[in-house]
């Protein structure tokens, strides 16, 4: 009985099963593969968001144990994990573009990395590969859902940020305001 193997891609991938096509689209390691937008869209944002979150709780948890120094390298190292995973899907998004991944730092810069997200990518097989699957709707719905969970998430951090400065600034004008009374109270003395 002999199997068949399934065909392998320019970019060295295995594409004869949708299987085999998703599997090559969900590794970010494979920097000579395209990458579609609603995959760059949630990898980048869940990334982003796990590697950003483990660093820093992992750092605030040191720094509030007494490990100021390996507190801030935790910290560190969760932002170099961050950068590092969105230059690697930067490049893929850039060759499926058409363009080189040395182009990929320019995605550090929000409004770059925006047009990443917004162009669409070649029609059919570029000098990079062929074009990527498209996503699977158990891939689009988180790729919608995360970042407007994000931006809800900031919203909300925002507004008790704001209602915890108006109440500390509430306190210091009625400790101010008690002062000044208690200071105008006070017999003045003679010079």
Do not use: K
Not at 10 to 19: D, I, L, V
Not at 39 to 50: H, I, N, P, Q, R
Not at 72 to 83: E, R
Not at 165 to 175: G, I, L, Y
Request: net charge neutral; charged share 10%; aromatic share 4%.
């Amino acid at each position: 009985m002999e199997v068949a193997m399934p065909a392998r891609t320019a970019s060295g991938g295995s594409h004869a099963t949708p299987t085999g096509l998703l599997a090559s689209q969900a590794s970010a390691s494979a920097l000579t593969a395209r990458l579609g937008r609603a995959y760059y869209l949630g990898f980048t944002t869940s990334g982003a968001m796990l590697t950003m979150a483990s660093g820093g709780i992992a750092g605030y948890a040191l720094i509030e144990l007494g490990a100021e120094t390996p507190g801030l390298i935790a910290i560190a190292c969760g932002l170099l994990a961050t950068v590092a995973l969105l230059l690697l899907l930067a490049i893929r998004r850039c060759h499926d573009i058409g363009i080189t991944g040395w182009a990929a730092p320019l995605a550090l810069i929000p409004p770059m990395s925006l047009l990443l997200m917004l162009v669409p990518g070649t029609a059919g097989s570029n000098r990079f590969g062929p074009p990527p699957a498209p996503p699977r709707p158990s891939v689009a719905l988180p790729t919608i859902l995360l970042p407007v969970l994000a931006l809800a998430g900031c919203l909300v951090a925002d507004i008790a940020a704001f209602e915890n400065f108006n109440e500390a600034r509430d306190r210091a004008d009625q400790a101010n305001a008690a002062r000044d009374r208690a200071a105008a109270a006070e017999p003045r003395a003679a010079l």
